[in-house]
């Protein structure tokens, strides 16, 4: 170790000393913002609109009867 590798105290430094050893020690601290601990935030997906006619069309045949079924039941009432 050389004498010039020692610092000089805080409070012996001046305004631009402590702003630069600052700005120094802060860069040296600095992680890129992907590192292997933290990974990019997944992205979130536009949900679509579903209408009433998409979803009837994917109700199986049975199903849709029963639907029906209920349906008129609660009407008559």
Do not use: F, H, W
């Not at 992680?31 to 979803?55: C, E, H, L, Q, W």
Request: net charge positive; no cysteine.
């Amino acid at each position: 170790m050389d004498l010039a590798d020692l610092k000089t105290t805080v409070s012996n430094l001046s305004d631009e000393e402590l702003l630069g050893l600052i700005k120094n020690i802060r860069s040296s601290r600095r992680v890129s913002k992907v590192s292997k601990n933290n990974k990019p935030r997944a992205t979130t997906r536009k949900t679509s609109d579903i209408s009433i006619d998409s979803m009837l069309r994917s109700i199986p045949a049975d199903q849709l009867e029963q639907l029906i079924n209920a349906l008129e039941t609660e009407a008559g009432k």
